[in-house]
């Protein structure tokens, strides 16, 4: 099985999306919490099921998945078995810019 690891940006990004939401409704945003980390941890078990980035246009050695209105931006290394998780947004930002 592969580890998982999350950047600070990633953790940072995520920490903002849950206060967001936990604002309007702390149940919601528990809900949405644990279905992020239910699909972030299946990556150990299935690291290359997210698109590869340069489907969408990004210009770097990354994957995406597609979690509700979310995405997830991680690297796999399948050499060290780790899956890196860059970045944790809201889909509808400019995700391009992230990776300038």
Avoid: W
Avoid at 21 to 49: C, G, M, Q, T, W
Avoid at 79 to 97: A, D, E, P, R
């Amino acid at each position: 099985m592969n580890s998982i690891e999350y950047t600070q940006t990633a953790l940072d990004e995520l920490d903002d999306i849950i206060e967001h939401i936990y604002k309007d409704s702390p149940a919601r945003a528990a809900s949405h919490f644990k279905r992020l980390e239910k699909a972030i941890d299946n990556l150990a078990h299935s690291p290359l099921v997210g698109v590869m980035c340069s489907k969408k246009n990004i210009k770097a050695d990354c994957r995406v998945l597609i979690i509700d209105n979310y995405l997830v931006f991680y690297h796999y290394a399948s050499q060290s078995k780790l899956v890196k998780i860059l970045h944790v947004v809201y889909g509808s930002i400019q995700y391009q810019k992230l990776f300038h």
